[in-house]
């Protein structure tokens, strides 16, 4: 079982991230609030500065969510979407995701895990994408924008200038 | 960075790296523990060699190949950045998730001690 507040991130294969992170809640809890618009509109922001005013979320197989951040000092917006695959409350989460201004051919696979244990949920969050070109082609954008840490989902986007 | 990935990304050279991490290693050394034929082990160690993952030098008769850290330190660098986002949304989460379960608390707690309230039939 992770520590929660440790934050474990590693890449399997080449087009693959996993992320692991233990929180200190019940799993309805954490399923919730990555899946309620009024709760991740609190906390799935990216840097300081950026707020969440479009959240929308049709949670069931096919249905669509779409996430518009904006930064409150110039009015920066960047957007994304993607299609539920897959939903097993309060445990798995399958979606696609892609940003409007994708810096990458196709779309990527986000797949959301959560275990709990003794009142602690562990969080697994692979990002498959679909090449491996995919995943090198986010980083080389990232390069040429100067900004190194460019190809996780939403950093990338929030980092622009 | 790309070349570093690319040149990772592949299982027989990310299984040299991993050999090389435990120090300097002659070619049939590597060509007997990752059960490759040598044209092959030269083949990647090429590849490694080009995306500066590796140095060589030559003793006697031996091709020894040593790791060099500035390409994974750079990737290092990469990941913590990464890794960094997602920290302050999880931080972020972490405070919510907080505020949620005492919320939830006190919601049973004035549950408790309205029962009694709504029995006598004046709450609504």
Known sequence: ?161 | MIETLKALGEPNRFQIVELLRDGPRPVGEMVDRLHLRQPQVSKHLRVLSDAGLVDVRVDAQRRIYTLRPAPLQELEVWVERYRRLWETNFLRLDALLNDLQTKELKGKKRARTKRPVRGKGDHR
């Open chain 1, 1 to 161: 079982m992770t520590t929660p507040g440790n934050l474990k991130l590693t890449t399997r294969g080449d087009r693959e991230i996993v992320i692991i992170r233990a929180f200190d809640a019940p799993r309805k809890l954490v399923f919730d609030a990555f899946t309620k618009p009024e709760l991740v509109k609190q906390w799935l922001l990216g840097p300081d500065g950026w707020s969440m005013p479009i959240c929308e979320i049709d949670l069931k197989v096919g249905g669509k969510y779409r996430y518009v951040w904006r930064r409150d000092k110039d009015g920066t917006e960047m957007g994304m979407g993607g299609v539920y695959r897959e939903i097993v409350a309060p445990e798995r989460i399958v979606a696609t995701e892609k940003f409007d201004q994708s810096w990458y051919p196709g779309e990527a696979v986000g797949t959301s895990v959560l275990a709990e244990r003794g009142g602690k949920t562990t969080l697994t969050q692979t990002i498959l994408y679909e090449t491996r070109e995919a995943r090198d082609g986010v980083l080389k954008s990232g390069m040429e924008k100067g900004v190194v840490a460019n190809y996780d989902r939403l950093a990338k986007l929030l980092e622009k200038a």
